[in-house]
Structure formats: C-alpha cells, structure tokens
C-alpha cells in the first residue's frame, strides 16, 4: 500500500456504492483515512468492511445529503473524531425516472428532487466542512459532474451524448460547475483547491449499468483532483484527459 496519503482524512458521499465507493477504496489505498458517507448506515458499514479487509482505514458515516440534520452530524462526528478534514468528494448524486422525457415535459417536482442531491446537497455538505478544510494544510474539494452539464457540449449536434438532454439531471451539473467556480474565487487566496471531475459515461446503478467505463476509469479525475499538489489547478472542470468544456 502507499503511504503518500497517510495522515489525511478524506470523505466521499454516498462512497457505499460505485463510482464512490471506487474513490474511497483508491484514497484509502494510498493511505488515507476514508470516511464511507452513505444516507444506508447499513450499507455504509458494509462496504467500510469491504475495504478493511484490504487493510483500508474506513468508517462509515451516516449522511444523506439532502437532510441537514445528518450533514451537521456528520461535520460534528468529524471534527470531534479527525479535528480537520483533508479531502471533500462530493459524490453522491441522483438521476430521476421522470427526467427521460422531453426537457419541456418534465414535472416540475423532478426538477425539484434532482436539485435537492445534486445541487443544494453539495453545497450543504461543502458549507458544513469548509472550517474542517480550512483546518487542513492542504484542503482538495472535488464535485462529481458530468459531461452533460457541458453547455458547450450539450450546444454540439455532433456531441457523443448529443440524445442525453435531461433537463433536471444535466442542468443540476450545470449548476454544480457555477458553485464550483464561484467557491473557487471566494478560496482563492487559501490553500484549498476545488474542482469539478467527469467520470465519463460509466457502469453504474444510474445509468443502469449501460455506461462503458469501469468504476476504476470513472475514479481517476476525481482521485488525481483530490490528491492535487500546492500548484494545481482551482475552479476548473477536467476529466482523466484535461479540461472539459464549461
């Protein structure tokens, strides 16, 4: 195992499953303390298990990112436990059955729920960590997004996923690049750097399973953001290639 991580703390939303927990289990791996968030308590210490049979520091945290209660618990349970926090990765997020329609169709209420994860729980969260960051000497906050909140992309006719336009779920990303951006100003003249990661189109429960990247792909932006050094990049939107488009 590599140590180059040894003695930071890191915490993934809804890290029981996925992309998430593929996250957790690569951190961990390079020595860090993962801290499991899972909305499940249950399925949390599940796959804390799962890592500590690969000799992974893991804890589960219970955490559901759309009720505050349990964020401020969890800030709390941290800060008593870890007095800092090194590593933020906003993962968690939701794609909902009624976003398959056209984007003109879509209920309101669908709109709604997705923003509720997608967006206010990543700021929630952010906010809620940020004097654990501060505390760090080297705060990494990364926010899963996607290529689908790419305007740029989603403007090309020729664009991969150019069929994908779910209005509640693309724009939620959308939305994800705008407060990555705006805290990125507001942190600038700190040591914490945050960024927004694409996964690429990857195997996972929200897509289904269809995607034709393996966790271990969707992983790799998302782990080098969060393990970024002192002159690395903030407020930018890069995948495992580079910078994707705004």
């Known amino acids: ?8 703390v890191a915490l993934i939303t809804g890290a029981n499953k996925g992309i998430g927990y593929e996250i ?3 951190l961990g791996s390079r020595g860090a303390t993962v801290l499991v968030g ?10 804390a298990n799962k890592l500590r049979l690969s000799q992974i520091d893991a804890q589960t945290i219970q955490l559901d990112v759309s ?8 800030a709390k349970q941290i800060e008593s436990e ?6 933020l990765v906003n993962n968690a997020g939701i794609v909902s059955d009624g976003d398959r329609l056209p984007p003109s169709q879509v209920d309101i209420e669908t709109l709604r729920h997705t923003y509720e994860t997608n967006v206010f729980g990543v700021f929630a969260v952010t906010k809620a ?8 000497k080297a705060g990494r906050i990364v926010n899963l997004s996607s290529g689908l909140g790419s305007l740029t992309l989603n403007s090309d006719p020729n664009y991969e996923f150019a069929d994908f336009k779910f209005l509640a779920y693309n724009s939620s990303k959308t939305a994800v690049n705008a407060i990555t951006v705006l805290l990125a100003a507001e942190l600038k003249d700190t040591p914490i750097k945050i960024n927004a990661a694409d996964p690429g189109f990857t195997a996972t429960d929200i897509n289904q399973y269809q995607g034709y990247r393996t966790v271990e792909q969707g992983a790799i932006a998302a782990v080098r953001l969060a393990t970024l050094p002192d002159d ?5 939107f890069f995948d495992e290639n580079g910078v994707v488009p705004w």
């Open 1 to 8: 195992m590599s140590e180059d991580l040894k003695g930071k």
């Open 24 to 26: 957790a289990r690569q």
């Open 38 to 47: 899972s909305r499940d308590i249950g399925r949390g210490e599940e796959a």
């Open 67 to 74: 009720d505050q209660k349990t964020i401020d618990s969890a």
């Open 82 to 87: 870890f007095e800092k926090l090194d590593i």
């Open 129 to 136: 960590l940020l004097p654990l960051l501060k505390k760090s």
């Open 232 to 236: 690395g990049s903030s407020g930018g």
